[in-house]
């Protein structure tokens, strides 16, 4: 019989899941930091694959502490906390799970514009005091607006699509145009934000997108703005962002993701304007369990001699 691959997980796994693994595998289960720092101090020479998540990543010294480790694996898109200049150097190889909750991110972020152009956090409680419609400002409609995507991968085009169900005017910012598409093509951020009555941001984390919103770029949006973020918490500068929504530099936001995670960003927890929600725009039964499946498909076929299903 043959020896089982010795995997690290360092995210938290559903039982279902967990269980599954540790019939194909020998698991070592550390989803939190005391736990990961124990397993790989003491059994580090053990493991030859690792199952992370882009918020939490891997480093160059938690890989040179595993000699036997040949491949990382996030579950979903982000991998912005591995050392991937790392990992090449050491011959390991990094995957994804690339495209298996894109379709969940993009109805949260969608249900995120909405709840924040609508107003629902400030109606539900209005609400619930009492107060009848003729007593409160008229929100907008979010239908025939303008919606700028910082980031147009897939995720970014899978809200473009859902934004043209809206009859929105889409347009949007990366490093470089999409020949490919029709959408509007703004230079930079502060360019597509002037332009937009709704800002998203779905671009990737990591050094290169951090504080990409500004105080500059919030003053663009507008009085009238709005700003959504399901991309990662760094994008955003929320000092900037509670200073913005609190003078009424931009009209409100809907934010999924926060630089504070897992504590919740306490610069706005006492802002009406603002719906916040726990980093949950990717999580479905349907999401994870396809996450899942694609971390079993990259370890099966990164072992099997296949190639990883989804690799960088």
Not at 89 to 103: F, M, P, S
Not at 227 to 245: C, F, K, Q, Y
């Amino acid at each position: 019989m043959l020896k089982k691959k010795s995997i690290l997980v360092l995210t938290t796994l559903i039982p279902a899941h967990l269980s599954k693994l540790e019939e194909l595998y020998a698991v070592t289960y550390a989803p939190n930091d005391a736990a990961r720092k124990a397993a790989i101090a003491s059994r580090g020479r053990e493991f030859e694959a690792v199952l992370t998540i882009g918020v939490i990543g891997l480093t160059a010294l938690e890989m040179a502490s595993m000699p036997r480790l040949e491949l990382v694996c996030c579950m979903g898109a982000g991998y912005e906390q591995i050392d991937v200049a790392a990992a090449k150097l050491l011959g390991i190889e990094v995957a994804t799970g690339q495209g298996t909750n894109d379709a969940c991110v993009a109805d949260h972020a969608f249900g995120l514009v909405i709840a924040a152009m609508r107003g629902f956090r400030q109606l539900d409680r209005l609400c619930r005091n009492g107060v009848w419609r003729t007593d409160i400002p008229h929100p907008p409609n979010v239908s025939g607006k303008s919606i700028g995507i910082l980031g147009l991968g897939t995720i970014g085009q899978k809200i473009a699509n859902r934004a043209t169900g809206f009859d929105m005017l889409i347009g949007y910012h990366n490093r470089n145009p999409k020949p490919q598409t029709h959408f509007q093509y703004f230079g930079s951020v502060v360019e597509l934000a002037e332009w937009s009555d709704v800002l998203v941001c779905a671009t990737p984390g990591g050094t290169a997108t951090r504080h990409l919103i500004s105080e500059k770029v919030l003053s663009a949006l507008g009085p009238t703005g709005f700003l959504v973020n399901i991309a990662r918490g760094s994008v955003v500068d929320t000092n900037a962002l509670a200073a913005a929504l609190r003078d009424g530099v931009i009209a409100g936001a809907g934010i999924d993701v926060y630089e504070s995670e897992p504590l919740p960003p306490q610069v706005l927890m006492d802002l009406d304007n603002v719906i916040v929600t726990p980093h949950m725009a990717g999580w479905s039964p349907e999401a994870t369990q396809a996450s899942f499946d694609r971390f079993l498909e990259n370890v099966e076929g990164y072992f099997s001699g296949n190639g990883a299903v989804s690799p960088l």
